[in-house]
Nanobody, 120 residues
Framework: QVRLVESGGGLVQPGGSLRLSCAAS????????MGWYRQVPGKQRELVAA???????NYADSVKGRFTISRDNAKNTVYLQMNSLKTEDTAIYYC??????????????WGQGTQVTVST
């Protein structure tokens, strides 16, 4: 059973920083693209940043220059370094990963989400 476990969320003041982590485990042959999404009540979940297995990255315009996504393939872990946080970054952040199972089948998985609150 594949699990994605996120950590690192919390309360931070505007201008502050947080680092999110997402560790994947269970029945994984290999991981493809991994990404971070966020969602606020009443709005659709949106892509924040994504990274391929080869390290190519993609960012939402709203976070370019402030957020950095990275991964450690040996640890099946993806990170999101968030700097210069703004109140509008407040959301639940979800990790997503494309998983190839030992059986040869593949699918995307979601983490449970971690709350990020940017407030004075």
């Amino acid at each position: 059973q594949v699990r994605l476990v996120e950590s690192g969320g919390g309360l931070v003041q505007p201008g502050g920083s947080l680092r999110l982590s997402c560790a994947a485990s269970g029945g994984i042959f290999s991981l493809g693209a991994m990404g971070w999404y966020r969602q606020v009540p009443g709005k659709q979940r949106e892509l924040v940043a994504a990274i391929t297995s080869g390290g190519s990255t993609n960012y939402a315009d709203s976070v370019k220059g402030r957020f950095t996504i990275s991964r450690d393939n040996a640890k099946n872990t993806v990170y999101l370094q968030m700097n210069s946080l703004k109140t509008e970054d407040t959301a639940i952040y979800y990790c997503n990963a494309a998983v190839l199972h030992f059986s040869g089948s593949g699918r995307n998985y979601w983490g449970q989400g971690t709350q990020v609150t940017v407030s004075t």
